[in-house]
């Protein structure tokens, strides 16, 4: 078995109001919702890794600094040998919970800034905080540690992208993920306000191009874009990828539940009484794989370097 990456939302709890959320309990009011507390995630994590050994984990949310144990999640993670990293919108860091963090094991940050712009900023966040965000990079990069700006592109923020990544550069970013809007979650709600066209969508990544040319700074694209949909060729300084959900890459939710992806809501059952070997294999992870293995795909030359794309988005197309 392939080591997996897991993404652990170790809270469904946040202090933004993102418009754009993708978390699935936002979807449905149905979808269990708590939190496990340090001794249960110590008996997960535990469980986990006697049968697997994550290759990576990510702390995600909701906000992972509402856990009232995160620090000592992140260490007990830390002992267990895990390489670990967090997912954060930023506002509620400083430079001693930053400090305390990597002390406790964190190797690697990702950081959520969706706008240079404060009105922009704060209509897609609900908060005010984009000068806290800003300080906080500066933070993380005093201290040399990787960090990466997570950038969701929509109909209302697609045009500053070039005033994002410059203040990137200017802030000595290590890598940029450009995550496509992908409705889920609040987004669902939020449709018609967010939904990017397939020009804008080509006019971000070529705007994102062009800064990558001049700046020589990662940009990656980390929702999967088909390649039919647009040519990868022509953006040689981005880097497109294949979805890797339900395959190496895994989430874990808030109670210890496990999914395929972030966005796609389905409960394959709870890692704490069942198996990881189990889960994984079950029928709802097969034809979630096969999402993407369309005969004209498998036919296409360009297959290999898209996958077909985002397996969640494809699941929704043909469930609707």
Not at 10 to 37: A, F, H, I
Not at 110 to 125: G, H, M, V
Not at 191 to 213: D, F, P, R, V, Y
């Amino acid at each position: 078995m392939n080591r997996p990456y897991i993404i652990f939302e170790v809270t469904p709890r946040c202090n933004s109001k993102c418009l754009y959320c993708y978390n699935v309990w936002k979807q449905n009011n149905k979808y269990p919702k708590g939190e496990l507390n340090l001794d249960s995630v110590k008996t997960l994590f535990k469980k986990l890794s006697a049968e697997i050994k994550p290759k990576f984990i990510t702390l995600s949310g909701g906000e992972p600094l509402l856990h009232p144990d995160i620090f000592d999640i992140v260490s007990l993670l830390h002992k267990l040998g895990n390489k670990i990293g967090i997912a954060t919108n930023g506002t509620l860091l400083n430079e001693g919970k930053v400090n305390e963090l990597i002390k406790n094991g964190i190797t690697y940050f990702e950081i959520s800034l969706n706008s240079a712009n404060q009105k922009i900023y704060s209509r897609l966040s609900g908060n005010n905080k984009l000068e806290r965000v800003r300080q906080v990079i500066l933070i993380i990069k005093k201290l040399k540690i990787p960090l990466t700006v997570s950038f969701t592109f929509t109909k209302l923020n697609y045009a500053d992208i070039a005033n994002v990544i410059d203040l990137c550069f200017a802030f000595s970013v290590d890598s940029i993920a450009l995550n496509r809007f992908v409705p889920g979650g609040e987004g669902i709600k939020n449709l018609k306000t967010l939904k990017i066209s397939l020009q804008e969508l080509e006019e971000t990544l070529h705007i994102a191009n062009q800064k990558g040319a001049k700046y020589k700074i990662p940009i990656n694209i980390t929702i999967p874009i088909k390649a039919c949909e647009i040519d990868h060729k022509k953006y040689p300084h981005l880097n497109f990828g294949t979805c890797g959900c339900g395959l190496y890459k895994w989430v874990i939710d808030s109670l210890g539940n496990l999914r395929t992806c972030e966005q796609n809501p389905n409960i394959l059952g709870n890692l704490l009484n069942k198996s990881f070997s189990e889960l994984s294999n079950l029928d709802d992870v097969t034809r979630f794989r096969k999402n993407n293995a369309k005969v004209i795909c498998n036919q296409c030359i360009r297959f290999k370097n898209c996958g077909g794309g985002c397996r969640f988005i494809k699941s929704e197309e043909k469930s609707n």
